[in-house]
């Protein structure tokens, strides 16, 4: 007999209620307070009596629990070995597994079933971007669990969600070791390291500091910078110091000319070398002054500077894992992609990801670098269009000390920053030709020259590239190089736009909308049937860049909970309010999409008065990057009529 529509209902309705639960649960909450909000919502909504969500230790062959619930309370530090448990076929099979009764029976040998009195499992593996497995998420209880689609998917999402955030907790365990491996570096260094803020007054010393001016930390907090040097080059600091503001971020930091004389608090004097460094955190400015005797090394100040870098990256890395999240969708455009992000991730194949602004570049190439051997070593991030034409040999492979008008100290560039991981080179395409010839001479050979040195510098780094143009035809133009080209694209990676990857557009939009609802504390109504015909009617030319911005905008108006997209998607994007293609009417060419994303660039220029950055600009109006926009706007020869 098939259930009546009542039944439907209420099964509905239960099943609204326990997503409900655990959403409001775990909304709110991250790392070990997600963790046992998850746990302890998830039993309660299934109706279990105990679950949890472990770590897996490969090569111990353990898990351990990140949180535990079972019968109502917390087991606190528990940890087993996987081997003759059902959660070792989670583990192995890298599936949902289920045994809806008698699992004791199925696995006499596992105590914590027995003692749980357990009757029926399930587990689901928590998966890296890779495909290794990351950890677990089960459920057991002390009677029959039948068999539920709605369970299983429910379960499923849930332990996605719990595959995220293990990532991001590992992702900012790397961090905290990279800070305390800098910390030690500067605890340990020869080198003085003074701290101070920005009005030069000292906030803190490292040992080395403290022995070369004869004074401890505490007592040298809240003392003036110029307390410390002699009267005559006090004013050569603060010079320097106001030359460092007027700078772009990249380059404050500068040696001190000429060196100056410091002073001890038992009144001696000694001649010294250093750098003084400004940077922001916080919205306040900091600076770091280096210094040594004119005789010593100038390793240990590199050292730090390079681990400095690096910790940057990682800062950004991580700001980024929280920004963009996984890799949502199911069609078959995107798996296509995906089975071939696992196919090349291993290899150390140069990559050449296609695809049209906003598909989401920089997120496969992290999944490339996350899926390779390299993943221990650095991501380095380059916007190829984002550096002016000047700079740009300078940011790939560093400079020496003097090499042009304002290079007063040598710095490291980002290929020396990847050595051993990977490089994500984006909008490749933007590359003036004299560069290319020195980018394809370290494809090859592995090798270069920093600006202003002779010392040929060899680096292991695997080249990820990425670029909206048509390289083939900038080759033809004479543009780019033909065996940059050929050298680069040896695995081509094309990323499907958005208007090509179906119902998937419903899936990032319902996402975003929990992020942006989560930050704002509104509850939203699921996206109904009219709005779901908005978003796969529209083009999308801005891609998931775009979506994001549209969800956004549509949270931030929504009434009653009730998402209304067709007033969040820009009317500025035709003359009669939009580009939203009722799903029956026929399919755009790509000659007609360019020609779309022409005039939608063009009107916004116009409305912004051709201005391109800013609070005002048209990168904000569109949602894109300025370097993105600047990129389209130049590729598609738009000229502003005068």
């Not at 111990?60 to 070995?81: M, P, Q, S, V």
């Not at 990279?178 to 570096?185: D, E, K, M, S, V």
């Not at 990249?250 to 000319?257: E, L, M, T, Y």
């Not at 510098?457 to 048509?470: G, L, P, S």
Request: charge should be neutral; aromatic fraction near 6%; glycine fraction near 10%.
């Amino acid at each position: 007999m098939l259930p009546s529509s009542g039944q439907d209902q209420a099964t509905d309705a239960s099943t609204q209620a326990a997503l409900s639960r655990i959403l409001e649960g775990t909304a709110s909450e991250i790392g070990e307070g997600f963790f046992r909000a998850l746990v302890e919502n998830l039993a309660g909504a299934l109706g279990t009596r105990g679950a949890w969500v472990t770590e897996f230790d490969p090569e111990r062959r353990r898990l351990r629990a990140l949180a535990f619930w079972n019968g109502g309370k917390w087991i606190e530090d528990w940890e087993a070995a996987v081997d003759g448990t059902p959660c070792q076929v989670v583990v192995e099979t890298r599936r949902l597994v289920h045994y809806p009764d008698r699992v004791v029976d199925l696995y006499p040998h596992d105590p914590s079933l027995r003692g749980a009195n357990a009757v029926s499992y399930m587990g689901v593996p928590l998966v890296d971007l890779d495909g290794s497995v990351l950890g677990h998420l089960a459920v057991l209880d002390v009677q029959p669990m039948p068999d539920d689609p709605i369970r299983r998917a429910m379960f499923e999402i849930f332990a996605g969600r719990a595959a995220a955030e293990l990532r991001r907790l590992r992702a900012e365990r790397e961090l905290r070791s990279r800070q305390a491996q800098l910390a030690g570096l500067i605890e340990s260094a020869m080198d003085a390291i003074v701290e101070l803020d920005g009005e030069l007054h000292v906030t803190g010393m490292n040992p080395a500091a403290e022995r070369t001016f004869e004074l401890p930390a505490e007592h040298a907090r809240g003392m003036p910078l110029t307390g410390l040097v002699s009267p005559s080059d006090a004013p050569k600091l603060e010079a320097l110091l106001r030359d460092l503001r007027g700078r772009p971020p990249n380059s404050r930091s500068a040696w001190v000319p000429g060196g100056f004389i410091g002073l001890t608090v038992g009144g001696s004097t000694f001649r010294a070398e250093g750098t003084l460094s400004l940077f922001e955190l916080d919205r306040q400015q900091h600076l770091t002054l280096i210094l040594r005797n004119v005789d010593e090394r100038l390793e240990a100040e590199r050292r730090i500077a390079a681990l400095t870098t690096e910790a940057e990256y990682l800062r950004s890395e991580l700001r980024d894992l929280g920004r963009s999240g996984e890799i949502l969708g199911n069609s078959a455009a995107l798996l296509h992609t995906l089975a071939e992000v696992r196919q090349v991730a291993p290899a150390d194949t140069t990559v050449l990801i296609l695809g049209e602004t906003g598909t989401g570049k920089e997120l496969f190439a992290r999944a490339i670098h996350e899926g390779s051997p390299r993943r221990g070593k650095p991501l380095v991030k380059v916007n190829c269009a984002a550096i002016p034409a000047t700079l740009i040999e300078s940011e790939f492979f560093g400079h020496e000390r003097g090499a042009f008008t304002g290079a007063t100290a040598r710095r490291d560039g980002r290929f020396t920053l990847a050595d051993g991981g990977t490089i994500f080179l984006d909008e490749v395409g933007e590359l003036p030709l004299e560069l290319q010839g020195k980018l394809l001479r370290v494809l090859q050979e592995g090798e270069f020259e920093p600006v202003g040195s002779s010392r040929t510098r060899k680096v292991d780094v695997r080249v990820v590239a990425a670029t909206n143009r048509d390289l083939r035809r900038a080759v033809v133009e004479g543009k780019f190089r033909e065996d940059l080209y050929y050298r680069l694209s040896v695995f081509p990676l094309s990323l499907p736009p958005l208007r090509e990857r179906g119902n998937d557009v419903l899936l990032l939009a319902e996402s975003f909308a929990r992020e942006f609802a989560a930050r704002t504390g509104q509850r939203l109504a699921p996206i109904g049937p009219d709005a779901a015909s908005t978003l796969r009617g529209y083009a999308w030319p801005g891609n998931v860049r775009e979506l994001q911005n549209v969800v956004e905008r549509a949270v931030i108006t929504a009434r009653d909970g009730k998402l209304d997209f067709a007033r969040a998607i820009p009317t500025t994007l035709s003359g009669n309010g939009g580009t939203l293609l009722p799903e029956t009417s026929s399919v755009l060419t790509a000659r007609d999409l360019a020609r779309l994303e022409r005039e939608n660039l063009r009107r916004a220029l116009e409305a912004t008065h051709w201005q391109i950055a800013g609070e005002g600009g048209a990168a904000k109006l569109l949602g894109l990057a300025p370097s993105t926009l600047a990129s389209r706007v130049k590729a598609l020869r738009l000229r502003r009529h005068r």
